[in-house]
């Protein structure tokens, strides 16, 4: 018999609408204890996934209770639920004195204090779920674009967990198959075999390779690509930042170096996640806050993944300009030729200009866009570069699989590295029980990421991570 837990499981803040989510052995017990319907029936009493209207009480005896708020109460019972448990949710008016004070009441009536992310564990050790989909829960909750739900909700589907059995049981029977062999050698010729397992080696470490490679762009998704605006003070970066923000997030005025500090915000272009930090104009300055401005926008710059090189296409190129080349080397460069709309038919900088500055500091990628921050003139081709540049010009979220956690890329890796001594093992022309030795790791590390090989500290690591009530 396992305990019953209670939480409140939405944002602790005042709302409309609060849940208080209750699951156990005990739950249709606790709920009964603290509801109470206006014809006075047991919710004990009633049929499963049913919505029943009454009122939260706080009983001093049998026929003495006080009203404490105007309900809806649903009721699931096992094994028809998210945990499979017999599950009670009561919908609260959203005060958060009013949660808390429904909270112990539950509580006191039977009911424990559940652990961040315990209903989902409960889900996976009943079987409901997989890690995989169990940690789909969080990538969906914290999902900050279109592109990002549509991957995390495939995850939860089954998409990836589905992709890793496939490969587990390919894995599974090349190791039953070798035992055949190695059990009964007179009917089974032993370089037929390895000619076999050669190729299905090739097809599984192709597949997981694919598997691995996409992370980098599964965790952009996710979190939004490290994106840094630079250039000299006065071209106009803080201008762009309020166009893509839609509103007038930093100041704008015709003086130099307005912006002193980093401003961080997050966005989202055609499902595209941007991770925006607008920095002070990079230049050498003796004024002290500027120092302070221009060492953080420096700091911002190695850590970005994507650079936003902002530059006044109405004035030729300025030695400040050309000083910030060199710190853009290997980086994915998009060159912002903004206020085209002053010039747009005879440009003071052309892209050639661009492209001769970065000749001996070459970027990654090097992308010059015609802009205008007071039009919008250039925003859809620069949605266009950036998924050029990061998801090769598409995200196909509806078929294709991204990986989101570090630790999946990690056992993804750990069993490529195992099917790479099993193609050593077969070049070598080594005995067949090396072989299910490294096919068994393989299938091990793939077991961990679906939940089949993990230990209890593991489990209650992740789960840890899930916010309260979830």
């Known amino acids: ?20 989510r209750i699951s156990g052995d005990d739950a249709v017990k606790i709920a009964d204890t603290v509801f109470e319907k206006p014809n006075h029936e047991k919710l004990s009493d009633q049929p499963t996934h049913t919505i029943h209207y009454g009122h939260i009480v706080e009983r001093n005896g049998e026929n003495d209770y006080k009203i404490i708020d105007e309900v809806m109460v649903l009721l699931m019972r096992s094994p028809h639920s998210f945990t499979k448990e017999d599950v009670v949710e009561i919908d609260c008016h959203g005060g958060v004195y009013l949660l ?9 009536a039977g009911a424990r204090l559940a652990e961040p992310g315990e209903f989902t564990k409960r889900a996976f050790l009943n079987g409901r779920i997989d890690l995989s ?14 592109n990002a739900r549509k991957n995390s909700i495939g995850q939860l589907s089954g998409r990836l967990s589905c992709k890793i059995k496939e490969l587990r049981e390919k894995i599974l029977y090349e190791i039953a198959f070798i035992e055949a062999v190695i059990d009964d050698p007179e009917h089974y010729d032993s370089m037929d075999i390895k000619l076999r397992l050669s190729g299905i080696t090739e097809e599984i470490s192709d597949s997981l390779t694919h598997l691995k490679n996409s992370f980098d762009n599964g965790k952009m998704m996710m979190n939004g690509i490290q994106t840094t605006i630079v250039g000299k003070p006065n071209v106009g970066k803080s201008s762009f930042l309020n166009l893509l923000l839609g509103e007038e997030r930093a100041i704008v005025t015709s003086v130099a170096g307005t912006t002193r500090d980093t401003l961080e915000e997050n966005i989202s272009l055609d499902g595209v996640s941007l991770h925006l930090i607008d920095t002070a104009g ?10 302070i401005g221009v060492k953080k926008a420096k700091e911002s710059l190695e850590k970005a993944e994507l650079v936003i090189f902002v530059l006044d296409s109405s004035d030729s190129l300025s030695e400040e300009d050309k000083y910030l080349a060199p710190l853009l080397k290997g980086k994915n460069v998009i060159a912002i030729l903004n206020k085209s709309d002053l010039n747009s038919d005879t440009p003071v900088v052309k892209e050639e200009d661009i492209v001769r500055i970065f000749e001996n500091n070459p970027p990654v990628h090097l992308k010059v866009l015609p802009f205008s921050a007071k039009t919008a003139e250039g925003l859809s081709e620069l949605t266009g570069y950036i998924k050029e540049i990061f998801f090769e010009g598409k ?6 699989i991204y990986l989101t956690s570090l630790r999946h890329k990690n056992m993804v890796e750990e069993a490529i590295l195992a099917i790479e001594k099993v193609k050593d093992s077969l070049q070598n022309d080594m005995p067949e029980d090396f072989y299910s030795i490294d096919l068994m790791q393989a299938y091990a590390s793939l077991g961990a990421i679906i ?20």
């Open 282 to 291: 990079i230049h050498e300055t003796t004024d002290v806050v500027e120092l």
């Open 1 to 20: 018999m396992s305990e019953t837990i209670v939480a409140i499981a939405t944002a602790l803040s005042p709302s409309g609408i609060g849940i208080i």
């Open 100 to 108: 808390k004070r429904v909270l112990m009441l539950a509580v006191k």
């Open 133 to 146: 989909e169990a940690e789909a829960v969080m990538d969906l909750i914290s999902s900050g674009n279109e």
């Open 451 to 470: 939940g089949e090989e993990v230990d209890d500290d593991l489990v209650d690591e992740i789960f840890s991570k899930f916010c309260m009530g979830k």
């Open 395 to 400: 995200i196909n979220t509806d078929e294709e």
